[in-house]
């Protein structure tokens, strides 16, 4: 059985079309996924394809929350409001506990504070709620000397920088994003879904690995006290399925900044879009200066938690450099766990946005993603 493809491209990305199809003709035939992309504020990509889903469809999109929540900080240092090398006590004093005093505001959103959890872990109802993970994470003993080291605070990142958005602006990080970023564009990129929205949800599918993959996965450390299950939260005393967090209402109707997000592909790439370019008559959100430091490598090499190579600009993950090489330099955007990607590439122009249902091999951006980023990327170059 094939499954459909639907939707449309501009003249000149017609390989796009072939690759998607292409590639959802080897997926399992409940494949559910969506594709966009944006050149130069110009929609060029908007496919989609699976049983009971369209262009509206809504997707939990993991950490590619955590690219909404740094567009915030980036508006807000853009602003005068933040200052990226104060002290995070200076606009959270209650931050210094337990050593974490001269940690940076630039440091701590490029994950080198050290404290990716807590010693016990986190209650269902504490993820889905920023500020209490703040809370428990002020008074935190940090996994190492903070700023010497980095390493991925996968649940956390959005709860402490959304701490020092609302204590600098007296309003939480997402009524920041929801007055500054999602309405003005109207966006289908939600951190904290209304609840006139959640016909539109698609419930969040496990992995289905093969026999091969899951001896991998069983073959990988899962001890419960090491730093990347205090991460991700799995030596909780009610341990965390990260593939299952979206079907939590309290995590979509909070929309904790970390990993809380419901978006379509438009939503993801329409963000990106309009912060590098002029989008429905307005100018980029980000000025050019704003864009580039936040894209600038600022944590380079072994991360701690992921044991492996990986690169963060400052909320954002380098995209060139972990995921796709032949991107500008500067991109910058971030991954979900699920398998979706978004990100933008302000020296091509493009704004990318991929989703999908079902939890994807081996977590992080779906493999598809390799092919499908260098046909909408080779289309965009050939476009000039």
């Known amino acids: 059985m094939t499954t459909e493809i639907h939707g449309t491209v501009a003249d000149g990305f017609e390989a796009v079309r072939e690759e998607f199809a292409a590639f959802v003709a080897e997926e399992r035939p409940d494949y ?8 130069h504020g110009r929609r060029v990509v908007d496919l989609w394809a699976g049983p009971d889903t369209d262009a509206g469809s809504l997707y939990g999109v993991y950490s590619s929350t955590k690219g909404a929540a740094h567009l915030v900080v980036a508006l807000l240092v853009q602003d005068g409001t933040l200052e990226l090398d104060r002290k995070v006590t200076y606009y959270w004093p209650e931050f210094a506990a337990e050593g974490k005093g001269q940690l940076t505001l630039r440091e701590l959103i490029a994950h080198r504070a050290g404290v990716v959890g807590t010693d016990t872990g986190f209650s269902p109802q504490e993820l889905a709620d ?46 920041v994003y929801e007055e500054r970023v999602r309405a003005p564009y109207g966006l289908d990129l939600f951190l904290g879904l209304p609840a ?3 016909p539109r949800f698609r419930t969040a599918l496990p992995m289905a690995p093969t026999a091969e993959q899951r001896a991998l996965l069983d073959s990988l450390p899962a001890g419960p006290h090491t730093l990347a299950s205090i991460a991700f939260n799995r ?4 341990p965390t399925d990260l593939a299952l967090l979206p079907n939590d209402p309290r995590i979509r109707a909070k929309g904790p900044a970390s990993v809380g997000g419901v978006a379509s592909a438009r939503g993801l790439a329409g963000l990106y879009a309009a912060a590098i370019s002029e989008l429905d008559g307005k100018a980029p959100l980000l000025k050019e200066d704003t864009a580039a430091e936040f894209g600038q490598f600022h944590s380079v090499g072994y991360d701690l938690v992921a044991r492996a190579h990986k690169s ?7 995209t060139a450099d972990i995921w796709h090489p032949f991107l500008g330099a500067g991109a910058f955007g971030h991954s979900g766990a699920g398998g ?3 990100f933008a590439d302000p020296r091509s122009g493009l704004a990318y ?24 990327h080779g289309a965009a170059l050939a476009a000039g």
Request: charged share 20%; aromatic share 10%.
């Open 353 to 376: 946005g991929y989703t999908r249902r079902r939890f994807a091999f081996p977590g992080g951006a779906a493999p598809e993603n390799g092919r499908l980023v260098a046909a909408v």
């Open 196 to 198: 006139v929205h959640e």
């Open 340 to 342: 979706c990607q978004a």
């Open 235 to 238: 030596h909780a005393a009610e």
């Open 32 to 39: 559910e996924g969506q594709l966009c992309a944006y050149v």
């Open 130 to 175: 920023d500020r209490q993970i703040a809370e428990r994470l002020a008074d935190q003993r940090p996994f190492w000397r903070p700023g010497t080291a980095f390493g991925y605070h996968g649940l956390v990142i959005g709860a402490l920088t959304g701490e020092v958005v609302r204590r600098a602006t007296g309003r939480t990080l997402q009524e």
């Open 312 to 318: 963060f600009g400052l909320g954002f993950q380098a």
